[in-house]
Every structure is written in structure tokens, then in C-alpha cells.
């Protein structure tokens, strides 16, 4: 049996009366909207409720699944220790949803369960249901700072095992909007902030998931958003089916946005495979740019191919151009699959004889050593977006008023410690984001002294 519905909500803490204590007035139009679902979900009758959400023990590369037979939480850190839930997981569905990602070497499982507590994004929606729907057991889900296409075919997946099992569920992908819509907002005004909620308010009541792809990920850090995997997820469960989606509500009264809608299956319709339509224009899009590429992004390609299939160092083709034979000069290699970062590896100044060698040695480093990530495997290169960046030499400089985020990159020292940043990076808008991140990379204090040197780069994609 396919999942029944599924239900895009919010998890403000303040809904809840014993927290927001009279504050959940001002999102009276959220409360009813809520319990409009609490009803629909109540009048389906699931033996499972699905809950995806971003508060649950979260992974840069591993969707962890809550294990155990149950699991017990309060809104005790929200001054409500008196609401208390209680609820039992249904460790069938875990099973098999922990089989499947198993046979197809998935990142998804019950590792690394550092707090069994339930968190605010999982009982906020239950606040709601358990208030007029009493039975039916749990799964909760975690997000991952994975690319979109790994989540949807999580949300696949998930369908699957409740198939499988012929289950009657309900997905609840909790999720608030942007994080900075107003001044007064926990994190502040930005422009994303607005028009994230405007568009993915859009998407979701037209039921447009294939939309869902478009949103980049130096935008959704813009917004400040905490919902969007969720609803990926979400979506990747009705892959293939035609969808009945309306919207419910949609309020900005906090700085923080709260969106509902629903979502019930209609049927198979064969033009809503869309992370199949996803991955062919991806493909199509790099086979295009790769009849475009330069000789600096070629023979960083065909050094990681080589390595990778075979474990082998590229030896320098023939017709390589002679500037990359008679220069010196530290590179950076950079791999992104679907809009995220998949390795990058670099030196600061030249390390071997020539540009061209500079350029294989961390073409091979960044597909198979960067300690962010596992190795790129061959199943991965023809999804791999690559770029090469030539540095000039760096000069120390007395100001970070001699910086500029779209010409220059900086290098952040503090005794041995080095950090860098390579310059015009999508979502890095201002020096002080630049240094910031630099010095994280590096370990470095920035309320000690330190050093700052920028260099420019000659970028190839």
C-alpha cells in the first residue's frame, strides 16, 4: 500500500500553550490549520506516522533513523516540562527501510544516536495529533547536509519499506520556512528570506516537486531555512504518483516563516519521475559544458577519472598547452555533484615542477583524500562539475579594507595555523564572512592576533 498523504508543517515551540503561554495567539491561523491536519491524519488511521525533521540527530553525510522500540521527550528546555510524550516506534518499517539503504550502499541507518530524547520538531507536530489521534506508532527521521538528489531518493526509498510491508502511513515533513524575514526575527532580515518562503509556498501548493531541485544551496543558506530537505524527502515518497496538494496557511508574524500544506496521492502519472528528469538534464548540462571545458579542467577530469577507476596516476598528455608545463604556481581543484561540494583540495604556493602537475596532484587529492568526504566512485564521475583554480603569490596585507570577496581570496595565519578561502564563492557575500570561514578552516582564534595575505585567482570551470 502507497503512503496515504502526507503533511508539509512548522514546529514553533510557541504553538504550544504551556510554552508560548498566551504568545501562540499571534499565529492563530498556524493553530488551525494544524488541527485541520491533526484531523485528517486522525481520520486516516495510520499505523505509522513518518516524521522527518531537521531537530533530530543530524549528519553532513549520514541520514540517521531513531533505533530502539521507543523513545520519550518534553518541551522541558521550552519551560513546558509538564507536556510529555511517550511514544513507540515501529521498528518494522526501521527494519526495512535500514535493509534497503543497506543493499544499495545508502548513507541511512541507526548509527550515531547521541540523544534518544524526542526534539521540538518531532513533538510539536505530535502535539497537535496526539490530541485527536491516540494510536499508531512512529519513525523518525533525521535530514543530512547531503545534496537534494540523496534526499529525494531517501524519500523513495522510505515509500518502498512501507510497500514492502504494506503499511498505512503518513509522512509529517516538519519544517519551518526562512529564518529571516523581518529585523525583529531570530536571525535577522534577508532578501532570500521573503522570497524563499514565496516560492517554496508556490512549489508546495501546486505540488510541484520537481521545482524542489532548483532551489541552490547558496540560496537556502541565504534564507536561513530549516524545512526544504524535509520536504524533498517528503516528495521523493510520491515519485511517480499524481498529487492533490493544497494549501492551508502560510504566516510570517515571528521573523520566522510557518507554512502548512497537504498532499494525497492520486494515482500513477509517469511524468512525475522526477529525479529521473532531474539527473538527465544534469547530464546533459556537464556533457554541454565538457565540449566547452579549457585544458585546466580537462586534465583535472582525466587525472580524477584515471585515479579513480584504476588507482593510477595520470601521466601528462601530450597536448597539454605549453603554460602549463613552463609555470609554477599553487592550484586548487574543486568537485561539486548536483550544486554540493564533493572534495576540494589545493596548495597555496607551487609544491612540484610545473602547473600541469600541481594540477594532477590535487585533481587526485580532492576526488580521494579530502578527510570531508569518502572517495568519488566510479559511478559518480559522470555527475562530477569540476573547476580549477591558478593562484598568484600572496601578499600580506595591514586591513581587511584591502579585501574584496569577488577578486580576492584570503589566507588567515595564526602561528603555524593556516586557513583559506578561495574568493567569489557562491554565498560568501561579505570580507567578514570570508575571513570568518577561513579562520574556521584553520582552527584560528579571531580574538587573537593573526595575519592576513590575499592572492588573486585565474578560474576555470
Known amino acids: 500500500m502507497p503512503i496515504l498523504a502526507a503533511f508539509m508543517v512548522p514546529h514553533p515551540p510557541l504553538i504550544i500553550p504551556d510554552v508560548g503561554k498566551g504568545g501562540e495567539k499571534q499565529i492563530e491561523e498556524t493553530r488551525i490549520?494544524?488541527?485541520e491536519v491533526a484531523g485528517q491524519i486522525a481520520d486516516l488511521k495510520p499505523d505509522t506516522i513518518i516524521i522527518t525533521s531537521p531537530h533530530s540527530i543530524m549528519y553532513s553525510d549520514y541520514f540517521h533513523i531513531s533505533p530502539g522500540s521507543s523513545a520519550s521527550g518534553s518541551f522541558s528546555r521550552f519551560g513546558a516540562s509538564n507536556v510529555r510524550f511517550e511514544e513507540k516506534y515501529d521498528t518494522a518499517l526501521v527494519d526495512r527501510i535500514c535493509q534497503l539503504a543497506e543493499r544499495e550502499g545508502f548513507p541511512a541507518?541507526?548509527?550515531?544516536?547521541?540523544?534518544?530524547?524526542?526534539?521540538h520538531g518531532t513533538m510539536?507536530?505530535?502535539?497537535?495529533?496526539?490530541?485527536?489521534?491516540?494510536?499508531?506508532?512512529?519513525?523518525?527521521?533525521?535530514?543530512?547536509?547531503?545534496?537534494?538528489?540523496?534526499?529525494?531518493?531517501?524519500?523513495?526509498?522510505?515509500?518502498?519499506?512501507v510497500e514492502d510491508l504494506g503499511k498505512r502511513a503518513v509522512i509529517v515533513a516538519s519544517g519551518d520556512l526562512s529564518h529571516k524575514l523581518q529585523s525583529y526575527g531570530p536571525y535577522g532580515f534577508a532578501k532570500e528570506g521573503p522570497e524563499y518562503d514565496e516560492r517554496i509556498m508556490d512549489v508546495c501548493q501546486r505540488g510541484a516537486f520537481g521545482e524542489l531541485f532548483d532551489f541552490s544551496e547558496a540560496f537556502l543558506e541565504k534564507a536561513a531555512e530549516c524545512g526544504h530537505r524535509s520536504f524533498v524527502i517528503m516528495a521523493g515518497a510520491f515519485d511517480g504518483k499524481a498529487i492533490e496538494a493544497k494549501k492551508l496557511s502560510h504566516q510570517d508574524v515571528t521573523g520566522v516563516g510557518y507554512g502548512i500544506c497537504t498532499f494525497y496521492p492520486k494515482g500513477n502519472d509517469k511524468e512525475r519521475h522526477f529525479l529521473e528528469r532531474y539527473e538527465e538534464k544534469i547530464l546533459k548540462d556537464l556533457e554541454k559544458k565538457r565540449m566547452n571545458e579549457d585544458p585546466y579542467v580537462t586534465l583535472a577530469r582525466k587525472a580524477i577519472e584515471k585515479?579513480?577507476?584504476?588507482?593510477?596516476?595520470?601521466?601528462?598528455?601530450?597536448?597539454?598547452?605549453?603554460?602549463?608545463?613552463?609555470?609554477?604556481?599553487?592550484?586548487?581543484?574543486?568537485?561539486?555533484?548536483?550544486?554540493?561540494?564533493?572534495?576540494?583540495?589545493?596548495?597555496?604556493?607551487?609544491?612540484?615542477?610545473?602547473?600541469?602537475?600541481?594540477?594532477?596532484?590535487?585533481?587526485?587529492s580532492a576526488c580521494s583524500r579530502d578527510p570531508r568526504f569518502d572517495a568519488v566512485s566510479v559511478g559518480e564521475l559522470s555527475y562530477l562539475d569540476i573547476s580549477v583554480d591558478v593562484l598568484s603569490e600572496a601578499e600580506e596585507i595591514s586591513s581587511k579594507k584591502e579585501l574584496d570577496v569577488r577578486r580576492y581570496g584570503v589566507i588567515v595565519s595564526q602561528g603555524s595555523k593556516r586557513g583559506l578561502l578561495l574568493p567569489d564563492l557562491d554565498g560568501v557575500d561579505t570580507v567578514e564572512e570570508q575571513i570568518s570561514i577561513a579562520a574556521r578552516k584553520g582552527g584560528i582564534d579571531l580574538n587573537k592576533p593573526y595575519i592576513l595575505e590575499r592572492f588573486e585567482v585565474i578560474r576555470h570551470e
Not at 541507518?109 to 526534539?119: I, V
Not at 586548487?332 to 610545473?354: E, M, P, Q, Y
Open 124 to 161: 510539536v507536530p505530535l502535539w497537535f495529533i496526539r490530541r485527536q489521534y491516540k494510536e499508531g506508532k512512529i519513525v523518525r527521521i533525521s535530514l543530512s547536509g547531503l545534496d537534494l538528489v540523496r534526499h529525494y531518493r531517501f524519500g523513495q526509498m522510505i515509500n518502498e519499506a
Open 33 to 35: 490549520a494544524y488541527e
Open 307 to 364: 585515479y579513480v577507476m584504476s588507482a593510477k596516476r595520470l601521466t601528462i598528455p601530450e597536448d597539454v598547452p605549453e603554460e602549463m608545463l613552463d609555470r609554477k604556481a599553487g592550484t586548487f581543484v574543486s568537485i561539486h555533484k548536483f550544486g554540493v561540494l564533493r572534495g576540494c583540495i589545493g596548495t597555496i604556493a607551487a609544491t612540484k615542477d610545473n602547473i600541469a602537475q600541481e594540477i594532477i596532484s590535487n585533481a587526485i
Open 109 to 119: 541507518g541507526l548509527l550515531g544516536e547521541k540523544d534518544p530524547s524526542l526534539d
